[in-house]
């Protein structure tokens, strides 16, 4: 499978890994702003943008999609900021959780860290599938954002990389909660309300975004 990844600018390296049924085009107001300090490396998720689309239900999992980030970041040879907005978001999150060594820092955009109770999971499962044909992909492709344990959960207090949760203001008032929920639980964790902002808030308010991500990166020292 092909996975299609753009990148540019020099300096410290900033993934970042977009939402459901989008591409790297998304971040590209966010790139603008950040590729003068910064390499700035976009991904698009297989199933979307320019990656190739396969039949095999199997590429379309949180676990295959972790392991393409193995592959970029590995690639990279140094320690990144990993950044995601909604379902890259969590996979941001779920490759903190389960990845040591490779990150110097992760930023989540309007997210949350799935789901402990399996009635809870089930429920967005189910939510996910009837709202497939909002997202512009394949049924199959769009299975990527199925919450199929509580990994990131029962390991929240072992992700020690700073963390920066940026929630919009107008955006779903549970990702604002999720974003004070890893607060509490994350050793090294902060959240920002993006104010105006919304689902989208990189694309539509990137200047406000970006200097979250700009000051956050500056705590990180060398």
Known sequence: MHVHVERSGAGTPLVFVHGLG??????????????????VIAIDLPGHGR?????????????????????????????????GHSLGGYLALAYAATRRGNLRGVVVLNTGPGFRDPVKRQEWNDRSRRNTHRFGVPAH??????QEDSVVMDRLAEIDTPTLFLAGELDRPEYASAGQYLE????????VVIAGGG??????HAEAVVGEIESFIDTLGT
Not at 23 to 31: E, K, P, V
Not at 141 to 146: K, S
């Open 22 to 39: 989008m591409s790297g085009a998304t971040w590209d107001s966010c790139r603008r702003l950040l590729e003068n300090r910064h390499e």
């Open 51 to 83: 990656s190739s689309v396969t039949d095999d239900p199997a590429d379309y999992t949180r676990d295959r999609a972790l392991e393409h980030l193995d592959d970029l970041l590995g690639s990279i040879g140094r320690p990144v900021v990993l950044i």
């Open 141 to 146: 492709v769009a299975e990527m954002n199925l």
């Open 184 to 191: 509490r639980k994350l050793p090294s964790a902060k959240l």
């Open 199 to 204: 689902h989208a808030m990189h694309e539509t």
